[in-house]
């Protein structure tokens, strides 16, 4: 190895050591319990609501919708769109506090011709095979 090759390696070694000292170390947060209690309320009122939803003989949001938003996104469906929403579920009509947290709440729905429920239901719980669909997005996936 010549003198400008053992050189300009080491300048890429040091340049390398010093960018990965750089890098921010990450941390998973921690949730408080303020945090939990608050996403386990925001979950139990949003199941109510469900709850009452399905009473109400709605099986698919989009049957709830008012014409013509209903006809748009059925149109929508049938042309292989997929709908997405954000949602909010609100405590008494105010929005449920978070103590340092967020939470996304989002539903999507999309028309599969010719696919059973059954199917869908496979598909969706086999966790420890959804990588293999979602790469590279995904790189492994299992349920714990």
């Known amino acids: 190895m010549s003198r400008n090759q053992s050189k300009r390696n080491s300048v890429l070694l040091s340049t390398a050591i ?12 921690q949730l408080t319990p303020e945090t939990t209690a608050a996403f386990n309320h925001y979950v139990e009122l949003s199941e109510q609501r469900m709850s009452q939803e ?10 709830g919708l ?9 149109q929508k ?7 997405t929403d954000h949602l909010q579920t609100l405590d008494h009509g105010t929005l449920v506090a978070v103590p340092r947290g967020l939470i996304h709440h989002w539903i999507g729905t ?35």
């Open 110 to 144: 999309i028309f599969i011709p010719r696919a059973t429920l059954a199917q869908t239901l496979a598909f969706l719980e086999d966790y420890d095979s959804q990588y293999r669909f979602y790469a590279p997005e995904v790189q492994r996936s299992r349920l714990v």
């Open 54 to 63: 399905l009473d109400s003989g709605l099986f698919l949001r989009i049957d």
């Open 66 to 74: 008012p014409q013509p938003q209903r006809g748009f996104d059925y």
């Open 18 to 29: 010093w960018a990965l000292a750089c890098i921010p170390t990450v941390a998973a947060e």
């Open 77 to 83: 469906l049938k042309t292989g769109e997929i709908i």
